[in-house]
């Protein structure tokens, strides 16, 4: 998920405005007869019993409120993806097929992950975008001219590659990426939680392999809500809490976020923006720390409670079943 971000960009670096998604959803301070909007919408204190599982073999027996489980692994069934291209692509049978049904017969919520601003070189349908290649140049090689596909997101996950978030960079690619949300909306996902779309505040501005501007990354972020809105499917903010001004200028725009290491590195109060307006926010900490050394559980989620964030938990580094530590105060 999440590398330890550099926090030295420069506060000029400002964004533009989240756009309206011509969709605008409420909010409690919207006012008391406003109505809900289509799609989940999360209200604090009911979502403290959730799970996030990325890698298999997962186990939702445990009663949850809601689970965060990947999109590829609940497909139910073989599906083909049609991009009016005459070249559509096969999407095999998740590992988890049933699962999603199972758990939505249950009453709990699905977030389906999805990586938003990357993509991996295993994921069905990676051959669509531009540049891609069975092993695409990595750092310190030179991007191929043309292509979308950058750098890797850490060491330790070589085939998930960073994509190109400038302006002319996603007009080569945001077709796919959509094809994935009608994807999440046809299986049933309730919602979607985005992942890798902060990588303009990795460890130096072009750690991605391309040149984008904060505006340019502030702008993804509004289209990634509007778009995921106009399906009706709930919008997660995830780690954008290292660039300054991202979280509050566009709070308005997603219904919860997903925070990543604020215990351990105390910056939970990051997600104020958030809080402020009675919106969720999903806390997950570690338990070892970016250097490998274990963590103090106590610490991490007083710190999370201290920021009155009460959807905290500390998992294990893979995200997996073994470990789940609530940081309920």
Not at 4 to 32: F, I, M, Q, V, Y
Not at 49 to 61: A, F, G, H, R, T
Not at 189 to 218: A, I, K, R
Not at 296 to 316: H, W, Y
Request: hydrophobic content about 35%.
């Amino acid at each position: 998920m999440m590398v330890r971000r550099a926090l030295g960009l420069a506060a000029a670096l400002l964004a533009a405005g989240a756009c309206d998604n011509g969709k605008r959803h409420l909010h409690p301070e919207a006012g008391r007869d406003a109505p809900p909007p289509p799609w989940w919408q999360p209200e604090l204190g009911t979502a403290k019993d959730w799970d996030i599982q990325l890698v298999n073999p997962i186990d939702v027996s445990a009663t949850r409120t809601m689970y965060v489980l990947d999109l590829w692994d609940l497909v139910p069934a073989p599906t083909m993806l049609d991009y009016g291209d005459g070249d559509p692509v096969a999407v095999p049978m998740g590992e988890n097929a049933g699962k999603l049904a199972e758990l939505k017969g249950r009453g709990v919520k699905v977030i389906c992950h999805i990586n938003t601003g990357a993509v991996d070189l295993d994921e069905p349908d990676a051959r669509k975008f531009p540049g891609y290649e069975a092993n695409p140049p990595d750092r310190p090689d030179p991007v191929a001219a043309g292509s979308v596909i950058g750098y890797s997101v850490d060491a330790n996950r070589p085939r998930t590659r960073l994509l190109d978030l400038s302006l002319a960079g996603r007009a080569k690619w945001t077709k796919y990426m959509f094809e994935r949300f009608d994807l999440a909306k046809q299986i049933g996902c309730d919602g979607v939680d985005g992942d890798h779309n902060d990588s303009v505040s990795l460890e130096t501005p072009t750690y991605s392999g391309f040149s984008f501007s904060v505006s340019e990354q502030f702008s993804w972020y509004a289209e990634l809500a509007k778009q995921l809105h106009d399906r009706e499917l709930s919008a997660g903010m995830h780690t954008a809490n290292t660039i300054p001004d991202l979280v509050d200028t566009t709070a308005d725009d997603f219904d919860w976020m997903m925070i990543e290491r604020c215990g351990e590195y105390a910056e939970c109060d990051r997600a104020r923006p958030f809080i402020n307006k009675r919106r969720v926010v999903f806390a997950i900490d570690y338990d070892v720390d970016i250097d490998g050394t274990p963590t103090n559980e106590t610490v991490i989620c007083g710190r999370q409670q201290q920021a009155q964030i009460s959807e905290g938990l500390i998992k294990d580094l893979a995200l997996s079943k073994d470990k789940r530590v609530a940081c309920s105060p």
